[in-house]
């Protein structure tokens, strides 16, 4: 965190920095048009968010080949209780969801490149719903394999705090 100054004592700015790496696509990817990894990640999100933090930067410190990003610090960042939402409003929910991730992405790419890729069939709906009920199952395997190690006492565990 970075507490800066405005007008006077009464007027403080909060800047959170981030250390920014290499993106884990990067080993699979042509190189990136972005000269650092701060920079990229401060484009992507100039691209996917309708409106950016006026105070979004990048710098590198170039003595330890470090890369960092900032934005103003606002924590106003809330969370939907979805374990105690009816099916109705979970359903409503991920729709809203979806939708949102589906506007970011369509900022960020082309939409005619997009659209002629998704076609005119429901292919890519049943895929993503597929796809989505695959994970949710390994999720579940994932969670119960855990708990037996909790239990069976091959993984440590403080309970019940």
């Keep these: 965190m970075v507490l800066l100054q405005g007008r006077d004592n009464h007027d403080p700015l909060f800047l959170q920095v981030k250390e920014a790496t290499t993106s884990v696509l990067e080993a699979h990817l042509p190189p990136s048009r972005c000269e650092t990894p701060g920079q990229r990640v401060v484009e992507g999100q100039r691209l996917m968010q309708p409106v950016s933090d006026i105070f979004l930067g990048w710098t590198s410190?170039?003595?330890?080949?470090?890369?960092?990003?900032?934005?103003?610090?606002?924590?106003?960042?809330?969370?939907?209780?979805?374990?105690t939402m009816s099916p109705l409003r979970l359903t409503l929910y991920a729709r809203l969801?979806?939708?949102?991730?589906?506007?970011?992405?369509?900022r960020s790419g082309d939409p005619v490149a997009i659209d002629a890729y998704l076609g005119d069939d429901d292919g890519f709906d049943h895929a993503i719903a597929a796809f989505s009920t695959a994970y949710a199952d390994q999720n579940t395997r994932d969670y119960d394999t855990f708990v037996d190690a909790v239990t069976t006492g091959r993984i440590p565990a403080v309970q019940g705090i």
Excluded at 97 to 106: I, R, S, V
């Design 61 to 83: 410190v170039a003595e330890n080949g470090r890369y960092y990003y900032w934005r103003q610090l606002r924590d106003m960042k809330t969370s939907a209780p979805v374990e």
């Design 97 to 106: 969801c979806g939708w949102t991730l589906a506007l970011a992405h369509a």
